[in-house]
């Protein structure tokens, strides 16, 4: 079946760190989204970027579709984006959501 | 604009009991989707509506299961009965013709 992997599961930052999560799929996408979960649960949308680049403030997402991935990147972090990063998928054949298994992220203070 | 509203926000029941959650959609959205999140399984796709009608039922996991939508702005997830490995946090979505889905805040369910 179609699959969508994300890397790190786990990641662990100090207050002022940069990072960077990437998302594999297994074939070609027409739509992919990043979301944050918070510690509340509730899931953010972040980015919807089937191609391209995209930035808002310290966060910004790139998807490049022809190699099958994306990355999502993180400047500056702070405790409050601590949470657990999912990317999800969608292919040609209707309107499903394929999501990745997550990264989970702590921001130390 | 309100964003997708799900009822009730918590849910515990005693195992055999009906279970019946809500959703209403952001308006003008025309596609509607039920995920269950768990540990185990983490987010999966149960059900997705188009124009009120349900397109793919796939992720249903039994005959337990049942999901509808009467009109543009309400769709409702039935469980019945409801076993203990239904415990989960049932979370309702919703997207336009742009795609971009939007959730609600989920509902968590516990069964004992």
């Known amino acids: 079946g179609i699959q969508v992997e994300q890397s790190p599961p786990d990641l662990i930052l100090q207050e002022g760190a940069n990072s960077t999560l990437r998302c594999n799929f297994s074939?070609?996408?027409?739509?992919l989204q990043w979301f944050h979960q918070n510690p509340w649960g509730q899931l953010i949308n972040l980015f919807y970027?089937?191609?391209g680049t995209k930035q808002n403030g310290r966060l910004s997402a790139t998807t490049v579709a022809t190699e099958r991935y994306s990355l999502l990147y993180i400047s500056s972090s702070q405790t409050t984006d601590s949470g657990v990063y999912f990317c999800a998928a969608r292919w040609a054949a209707g309107n499903k959501l394929t999501f990745g298994g997550g990264t989970r992220v702590l921001v130390k203070p | 604009d309100a964003g997708v509203i799900q009822s009730p926000r918590h849910e515990v029941t005693e195992m055999g009991q009906e279970v019946t959650l809500r959703c209403k959609p952001i308006s003008g959205h025309d596609y509607l989707f039920w995920y269950r999140q768990t540990m185990m399984r983490g987010l999966e796709l149960l059900i997705y509506?188009?124009?009120?009608?349900?397109?793919?039922d796939s992720g249903m996991p039994e005959d337990r299961f049942s999901a509808k939508m009467p009109n543009a702005s309400f769709s409702t997830l039935k469980i019945q009965p409801s076993e203990p490995r239904d415990s989960a946090v049932y979370f309702c979505a919703s997207s336009g013709r742009g795609y971009e889905q939007y959730f609600g805040p989920g509902t968590r369910l516990t069964v004992t």
């Open positions: 970027i089937p191609s």
């Open positions: 509506f188009n124009n009120n009608v349900p397109i793919d």
């Open positions: 074939d070609s996408v027409n739509n």
